[in-house]
Antibody
Framework: QVQLVESGGGVVQPGRSLRLSCAASGFTFSNYAMHWVRQAPGKGLEWVAVISYDGNTKYYADSVKGRFTMSRDNSRNTLYLQMNNLRGEDTAVYYC???????????????WGQGTLVTVSS | AIQMTQSPSSLSASVGDRVTITCRASQGIRNHLGWYQQKPGKAPKLLIYAASSLQSGVPSRFSGSGSGTDFTLTISSLQPEDFATYYCLQDDNYPRTFGQGTKVEIK
């Protein structure tokens, strides 16, 4: 069965860095674009970034552009989010999610991990 | 960036009620919209994709409609397990944007 398992969250001081990982299993990871979505405590969902199936194309939310870098290792079935120069407003649960196309139709973010909490605080 | 305006932000309803949630895009997004359900402490779950297609395994009481700028999620007969927060997400272009969410509570 499809599984996405995030790790790497924790408490970090403002201005420091953290790298999140998302381990995928149960599907051919290298065939799918992947996303990061976050949710600050008590707030709504915020889209963060996407990476194409081959890692060659990436897009970021304006709020993280220049500070966060998304990457993937298809040989390890793992997705990454390198977060630099962290701010208090980056405090959130970070989810990875798989995006599916069927017959050239985008069919949404159909599988999500359980999330990992990042707390930016001094 | 495309703004997604979701309404209402919350609603109270009873089991068996018909519930409608709307999402309006700041510009046309064709049918490139999904609806997600989130329960407290859990990851979001895909309900509807391409505005009106039901995700596999999702009960048929959920339906979606709309195209262009105006979209609707309807729950035909609210069940106890449907009390949750619902979000729309446009996937027409980047950056992707979510609506602010609609919390469906028990009356």
């Amino acid at each position: 069965q499809v599984q996405l398992v995030e790790s790497g969250g924790g408490v970090v001081q403002p201005g420091r860095s953290l790298r999140l990982s998302c381990a995928a299993s149960g599907f051919t990871f290298s065939n799918y674009a992947m996303h990061w979505v976050r949710q600050a405590p008590g707030k709504g969902l915020e889209w963060v970034a996407v990476i194409s199936y081959d890692g060659n194309t990436k897009y970021y939310a304006d709020s993280v552009k220049g500070r966060f870098t998304m990457s993937r290792d298809n040989s390890r079935n793992t997705l990454y989010l390198q977060m630099n120069n962290l701010r208090g407003e980056d405090t959130a649960v970070y989810y990875c999610a798989r995006e599916t196309f069927i017959a050239a139709v985008l069919t949404g973010l159909d599988f999500w991990g359980q999330g990992t909490l990042v707390t930016v605080s001094s | 960036a495309i703004q997604m305006t979701q309404s209402p932000s919350s609603l109270s309803a009873s089991v068996g009620d018909r519930v409608t949630i709307t999402c309006r895009a700041s510009q046309g997004i064709r049918n490139h919209l999904g609806w997600y359900q989130q329960k407290p402490g859990k990851a979001p779950k895909l309900l509807i994709y391409a505005a009106s297609s039901l995700q596999s395994g999702v009960p048929s009481r959920f339906s979606g409609s709309g195209s262009g700028t105006d979209f609707t999620l309807t729950i035909s007969s609210l069940q106890p397990e449907d009390f949750a927060t619902y979000y729309c997400l446009q996937d027409d272009n980047y950056p992707r944007t979510f609506g602010q969410g609609t919390k469906v509570e028990i009356k």
